[in-house]
């Protein structure tokens, strides 16, 4: 295989109603008739997106945007979060009446048990308030952590907790990643086990957690639905999702 293409899920496979459009599962399944290696790269959890990666049969991805990084069904990468700074957080928001949610690789728990916050930007996934658990980061690696709190609110975070890198996703959560961790981190890591060359590595994203992602690759493509940060360092701005912009960003780099 000459090339691979990363693809980003929420607003860049899956439309605004997080449904995946016809045409872009066709141009996936073109894409690996053509020879092109196809993976993920998401913010999401594994768990999040089992049954996309089943109906598109992609078994590489790059998840918890790069901290945990799957190469054919086998994990070649994890970068955990510092669990003692997670509980020093996680005592520092429940004080403030910030809720949090923790995720490892295979299921996500809240500290508290009903938040409208939580109810409101997860609803948005289409996933239910996860199950309480306030001592679920004992002793165990937790990839991501989700701090629910207003916009702006995060500041004082990111000020005091230099060890993590904090990506708002929604007007009420905000994404906590290990410092300096990103997608970019994830898909070099798999980049470097393929052995592709810089050039042949594409990327399609929509959101803030793309900037990194579309810098670090050879062709960094932003739908037309992507913020306008993102568009400004794109090499493409293809279509919206909703306009069947996978298939036409492909069809116009020759890739289908």
Known sequence: MSKIVFFDIDGTLLDHDKNLPASAKEAIETLKENGVFVAIATG??????????????????????????????????????????????YQEASDKGHPVVFMNHKTMKSSVKHHNYIETSLGGLKFAH???????????ELYQTLLFCEEGQEEYYRETYPEFTFIRWHPFSVDILPAGGSKAE??????????FKPEDVYAFGD???????????????????????????ANKVTRDVDDDGIWHGLKELKLI
């Open 186 to 195: 994830g898909i070099k890591k798999m980049v470097d086990r393929l052995g």
């Open 207 to 233: 959101g803030l957690n793309d900037l990194e992602m579309l810098k670090a690759v050879g062709t960094g493509v932003a739908m037309g639905n992507a913020v306008p940060e993102l568009k400004e360092l």
């Open 44 to 89: 999401r959890a594994p768990f999040m997106f089992e049954s996309l990666r089943k109906e598109l049969e992609i078994d590489s991805f790059v998840s918890f945007n790069g901290q945990y990084v799957v190469f054919e069904g086998e994990p070649i990468y994890q970068n955990p979060l510092n669990s003692k700074k997670i509980e020093e957080i």
């Open 130 to 140: 996860p199950e309480h658990d306030d001592r679920f980061y004992v002793d165990r």
